[in-house]
């Protein structure tokens, strides 16, 4: 995504990231941290690029008649978010699959969900939900499962801190949620590199 930094919002956002240096302790105006507040804004601004955006511009006319009644899986899409909870990162993989309606979607616009949905503050619940369901009402397909594996560090790096934590979200719909069979032919599928 080719993405423009609006001149007053940078500056904005980054006013409030020298205030908080401040309250932090920390002096802004010190050689390593002069330019922190304008990077910190721009890379905050882009991490929620995804509120910018909805499915229906992502996916534009990247749907293709084909003939295809059997699951479409595109798995491990690296995801990068932001834990609504604590503003911390929480990152991982999402595969999915789908049983085509009359349109296949364009492969690369399921990364293209996935990435909308990561780049606002999130929880990883929501944004296993949201993509599953963006990916059926955008081809019309008869079912879709996402699974979504993450990290969060608002569990490594404060709180609990365990290191070797993970979590794992399951969404469903359609023909996936009345078929044990295509549940598990999905599943054994994310085994095969």
């Known amino acids: 995504m080719d993405l423009e930094y609006p001149n007053e919002t940078i500056e904005a956002i980054a006013g409030h990231i020298e205030e908080i240096l401040r309250l932090l302790g920390e002096d802004p105006q010190r050689e390593g941290l002069l330019k922190t507040p304008v990077r910190a804004a721009k890379a905050l601004y882009f991490?929620?690029?995804?509120?910018?955006?909805?499915?229906?511009?992502?996916?534009?006319?990247?749907?293709?008649?084909?003939?295809?009644?059997?699951q479409v899986i595109i798995k491990d899409i690296e995801f990068y978010s932001f834990c609504e909870h604590h503003i911390l990162p929480f990152f991982g993989r999402v595969s999915v699959g789908y049983v085509?309606?009359?349109?296949?979607?364009?492969?690369?616009?399921?990364?293209?969900?996935?990435?909308?949905?990561?780049?606002?503050?999130?929880?990883?619940?929501?944004?296993?939900?949201?993509?599953?369901?963006?990916?059926?009402?955008?081809?019309?397909?008869?079912?879709?499962?996402v699974i979504c594996n993450g990290q969060h560090m608002c569990m490594k790096?404060?709180?609990?801190?365990?290191?070797?934590?993970?979590?794992?979200?399951?969404a469903?719909?359609?023909?996936?949620?009345?078929?044990?069979?295509?549940?598990?032919?999905?599943?054994?599928?994310?085994?095969?590199?």
């Open 172 to 193: 469903t719909s359609g023909c996936y949620e009345e078929s044990t069979q295509l549940r598990a032919e999905f599943i054994s599928s994310l085994a095969y590199k």
């Open 157 to 170: 790096m404060r709180g609990v801190e365990k290191q070797d934590s993970s979590t794992t979200t399951v």
């Open 100 to 145: 085509p309606g009359s349109k296949i979607l364009g492969l690369s616009k399921v990364a293209r969900i996935v990435n909308l949905y990561a780049r606002r503050l999130q929880t990883q619940e929501r944004f296993t939900r949201q993509v599953c369901d963006a990916i059926a009402e955008s081809g019309g397909a008869k079912g879709v499962i």
């Open 47 to 70: 991490a929620t690029s995804g509120y910018k955006s909805n499915p229906e511009e992502v996916v534009g006319d990247a749907l293709f008649t084909a003939p295809s009644d059997g």
